[in-house]
């Protein structure tokens, strides 16, 4: 695309050369680290499903006693594989009812033993890859027969907590011009170190993310896409404890987008920094070769830090993301990096400054899907002036070309939108959308104006913070509070029990499999 804003390129190298830098040691310890997640996402994707009778899934429970009996410094795969092969045991699931009631003992296997292990191994969870590539043609096949709905995509959330009733209003917002259907997690969701199974009715200002629901609902809009002839998308939530199970059920039951942020995780949930990006690392992996679109977390820094004070924290996430996703095999149009529509309203010049910011974000990504957020820090209750702020950002997001828009509710900060506020706020972005289509090829700032000056100034702000932290390092810069202002240690946080250093002869086939195909 032409840069409007003039940007000095020998500045954006730098602040991408920083990143790079920043980056390195987190992704060789991802590299050398495993997770209870990640190998539970192992044998997810060797096909193995079901829970007992306390509803805690067999991967866990199979999980668990491999990391009892040997620990998870070899992997999973292989003791599980070594005791299959034994012939004691019909099938994965049987053996994990055993391993549960403590009838077995597992063993790292040597020698020929460990080379037919890891060949089963590879055997096993190759049949869950190639599901995944199946259902990634699929969707390419239905993009071409059905068609892809123009930039920006309006994106809606429903979350009713009943998956029955999640349904209808999916499609209903379909029908009403919604081209993405987020179906939000159940609150709380992330701090579940298991994945519930099947159909689920009772969630918590969202609809709890399972295999069964994933299933259900692209079913459902599979349908509603037949119906109107465009292609409607479906996005999920890989975040949390379970983000590589999640990611790869998503993989398995085609969702088309997942939320998947490298801090999100840490800074708003607790979650152990170093469990995060390793489980971050495998679950890109599923989702580069799902052809999935990730949406990042940025936006959320603004409902906790000022808008404006902290706007360079944005870039900065924005940078490492895109660096963590490109090394896990993403490509540039699977970088759905967010931002957002946060500075206060009665902030002089407010909508200048929104500008600024979000036409210099798609200038630095300019192959990037970007996703743009609406406005929620400060919608005050009057739905008439929330109504109107609406309106500003879907005027901002079609002037600076934004890809990927979540709608915005005039009832922010009040209810759980009613269907009929969902109407309105379709009808508001649908008449921008329309009557400013184009207005990007326009929008030319002046160049040593107040808009281009302000995006040169954050970019600047950018490149000195990400110095400190290429020489500080990331997980320092976390733990002072640099994103989105808390704090979190390297060492605090949940699930930093299930993380686990590689042992000599650590052996994972899916990443195995996934590394040799990238």
């Not at 969630?203 to 295999?211: C, D, E, P, S, V």
């Amino acid at each position: 695309m032409t840069s409007v804003l003039r940007l000095d390129r020998r500045t954006v190298r730098r602040a991408r050369t920083l990143a790079e830098r920043a980056a390195a040691p987190v992704i060789e310890l991802a590299r050398s680290h495993t997770t209870t997640s990640v190998e539970r996402a192992v044998l997810r994707l060797a096909g193995l499903t079901g829970a007992d009778a306390e509803g805690i899934p067999w991967v866990n429970r199979l999980v668990d006693a491999v990391a009892a009996d040997v620990g998870l410094e070899h992997g999973a795969a292989l003791p599980v594989w070594h005791e299959l092969r034994r012939g004691r045991h019909t099938d994965l699931a049987a053996l994990a009812q055993k391993a549960a009631a403590g009838g077995m003992h597992f063993a790292v296997p040597e020698g020929r033993d460990r080379q037919s292990a890891a060949s089963a191994a590879r055997r096993a969870v190759g049949r869950g890859i190639a599901t995944i590539d199946r259902n990634r043609k699929t969707r390419d096949r239905m993009l071409r027969k059905l068609g892809d709905p123009p930039k920006p995509w309006i994106y809606l959330i429903v979350a009713t907590g009943d998956i029955h009733e999640d349904i209808p209003q999916a499609q209903a917002a379909a029908r009403e011009g919604a081209d993405v259907i987020a179906v939000i997690r159940s609150t709380g969701q992330s701090l579940l170190d298991y994945v519930p199974e099947g159909a689920t009715r009772e969630g918590f200002a969202g609809t709890y993310a399972t295999q069964e629901n994933f299933r259900l609902m692209r079913a459902a809009l599979d349908d509603v896409s037949a119906e109107l002839g465009r292609y409607v998308r479906l996005t999920n939530y890989a975040s949390g404890l379970c983000m590589p199970e999640i990611a790869t059920l998503a993989g398995l039951e085609r969702l088309d987008m997942m939320l998947n942020d490298c801090m999100y995780g840490i800074i708003f949930r607790d979650i152990n920094p170093r469990r995060t990006f390793i489980d971050q690392r495998f679950s890109r992996q599923i989702h580069a070769r799902a052809g999935i679109v990730i949406n990042t977390g940025e936006d959320n820094y603004l409902t906790t830090a000022d808008a404006v004070d902290a706007a360079h924290t944005v870039i900065v996430s924005q940078l490492l993301n895109e660096r963590f996703g490109l090394e896990a095999g993403l490509e540039d149009w699977q970088l759905g990096l967010g931002h957002a529509f946060e500075i206060n309203p009665a902030l002089p010049e407010q909508f200048r400054l929104e500008l600024a910011h979000a036409q210099l974000v798609r200038e630095l990504f300019p192959n990037a899907p970007l996703k743009y957020m609406p406005p929620t820090k400060h919608m005050t209750g009057n739905v008439f002036f929330g109504y109107l702020l609406d309106a500003f950002f879907n005027l901002a997001g079609v002037m600076t070309d934004q890809s990927i828009m979540l709608v915005g509710m005039m009832t922010e900060g009040i209810v759980t939108p009613f269907l009929s506020d969902r109407d309105l706020a379709l009808e508001n972005v649908r008449y921008v959308r329309n009557a400013c289509a184009g207005l990007a090829e326009d929008f030319r700032p002046a160049p040593d104006g107040f808009i281009a000056n302000r995006a040169r100034q954050v970019l600047a702000e950018s490149v000195e913070l990400l110095e400190r932290i290429a020489d500080d390092g990331l997980f320092t810069a976390i733990a002072n509070g640099t994103f989105g202002v808390t704090r979190r240690p390297a060492d605090g946080g949940r699930g930093a029990d299930g993380v686990v250093a590689h042992a000599d002869g650590y052996f994972n086939p899916a990443t195995e499999l996934l590394e040799a195909t990238a």
